[in-house]
């Protein structure tokens, strides 16, 4: 494209993070902002009223042919539709992780991509934490050897599993799909999507009642040459995704990896590259929280803590430009991970069997 100005439109600001991402948006080099659209009277204003955005209508928005790309905020079920719609009209796409409410919502997405020149992202912004390079690296250079065993954690906090964010009913699952999905997706990104999921889901009762959804959930993901296992809780009170971290084993050590603060750590047998013992590297400890102030329009709180949304924009900016980027997290990537939890929830309705990948992408 020229080398003019991005002009981004937002459809949909329900989700709590719209108004984090409209603030690096408007922070970016060569972005404008060209308003927000959502059908929700209400709570647009308010949003508009806490973040200096202009309303505008859906059609609108699809119809200017001065908007290059839009960013979808809605609730889960009306991600899909947004976007796809979005491609449709010709505008570059990041819609909001984790991309729809359902495994068909991410096939129809990675479908409208798949067919379409357009540069399209999902909110998997946790890709562009440097802890994530940093792995990456370590197992590019096989630092830990051969992988036989990798192990993920993922939480909710702060209540958050009560919010009608995390109960929609149109969403596959509650925590799980909505907030488990973060860390879930990055041991996806390390090891690819997997053959076959086993997993057991559950809800209990002396914890929580039936105002929330489940609150375990245990997976155990098959790859021919390694598995996966990945746990989540709704019900910790650690700060956000301070908790939540992949760790890989292989035959020559060990490799951690944290997300927020960002940590890495790995334990190395002794050889001429690394010497042996723990090695590691973390963030300043003084990071701003990722909890901001109280929103106008959601019940969540605002992102305090950006640095992710930054790195995402810029990386989507340079993608639309045809500069050199990395290249984000497309919606393939997505489908990815709902395959796996859509797996997970069948195996768990049948006790933990077996459910192979492949039979939920041909059904």
Known sequence: MARGPVRVAFLGITHPHSSGRYRSALAAAGVELAG?????GVALRAFCDEVGATARTTDDILADPDVDAVLVHSKSYRMAALGVAAIEAGKHLLV??????DLADLRALAQAHAASDRVVRVGYNFHFSPAVEKTLAQLGAGAIGTVSLVRGHGACSRQEHLSAHLNQPADMSGGLWVIGCHTLHLVVELLGRPDAVRASVEKLAPLSTAASREDVASLTLLYPDKIA???FTVHEECEWFESSEVTLYGTGGQ???GILPGRVSLLRVDDDRTRAGWNEWSEGRFTTPWGGDESTFSEL???GNRFFFDAEIKEFVAAIRG???DGGV???TALDVALVVAAALRSAEHDGIRVPLDELLQS
């Open 36 to 40: 927000a659209a959502d059908d929700d």
């Open 96 to 101: 909001e992780k984790p991309g729809g409410a």
């Open 229 to 231: 296992t990945f746990d």
């Open 255 to 257: 490799l951690t990896m």
């Open 301 to 303: 709180p605002q992102i």
């Open 323 to 325: 500069d050199e980027h």
């Open 330 to 332: 497309p919606p393939s």
